[in-house]
């Protein structure tokens, strides 16, 4: 696996956030191929590194619905943004119910998938009318930290606010991008530096 960063801040950004997170990322090439996966997207998976490299995304779809996930692939390509929800099928043969979310972008020089699997699928209320808007500091640093796979608890002690507060900036950073599912915010988010705004260690103001 190349995970050497790229001249712009995005990708060192990225590659930094990718090797931190504990949220589970592959990045993927336009044959569904994986070319790159992060140690929780090996946990998920439930197989090694060396198994993963190279394989299909499609195997680790039910035999069933891989029609069906083939034909979603090929309109990602044209549209570059893809969720669900779908069951995933592990090293050993068991099945984890994912939300998932994929996003274009140029990565090492070429365009890749970066795909994210959460194993908690849960479907947002947020509008599928939504358009990105410009996100507010305290936003930022909310996504930033979920971005790199903080709890609700985790985060609020870390910007020292309450968990309702954080899954109300939660709700409202999905709003103003768009995104359906918190698998889909960590796309989004890890698709752009902009939305990315570490807290101080001693957290910030709002």
């Known amino acids: 696996m190349s995970e050497a960063a790229g001249e712009g801040g995005w990708e060192r ?31 998920l998976f439930g197989s090694s590194r060396e ?14 619905e891989r029609a069906v996930a083939e034909a979603e692939w090929q309109e990602f390509l044209r549209s570059g943004d893809y969720s669900g929800t779908r069951a995933l099928l592990r090293g050993d043969g068991s099945e984890v119910r994912v939300a998932f979310a994929a996003r274009l972008a140029q990565v090492g020089g070429r365009p890749l998938a970066i795909y994210v699997a959460l194993s908690r699928a849960g479907r947002s209320r947020t509008s599928e009318r939504a358009r ?27 910007l020292h606010i309450s968990p309702e507060t954080v899954r109300t900036h939660v709700r409202n950073a999905m709003a103003r991008l768009g995104a359906r599912t918190r698998a889909h915010l960590v796309a989004v988010v890890l698709c752009s530096e902009e939305h990315f705004l570490l807290p101080q260690p001693e957290g910030a103001s709002a």
Do not use: K, Y
């Open 13 to 43: 950004l990225f590659w930094l956030v990718f090797g931190q997170t504990s949220n589970p990322v592959a990045l993927l090439d336009d044959q569904r191929c994986i070319v790159a996966l992060n140690d929780a997207a090996l946990a």
């Open 51 to 64: 198994e993963l490299l190279g394989s299909s995304m499609a195997d680790s779809v039910r035999p069933q």
């Open 132 to 158: 990105a808007l410009p996100l507010t500091r305290r936003e930022r640093q909310v996504v930033s930290l979920i971005a790199l796979g903080r709890e609700t608890p985790e985060i609020a002690r870390e």
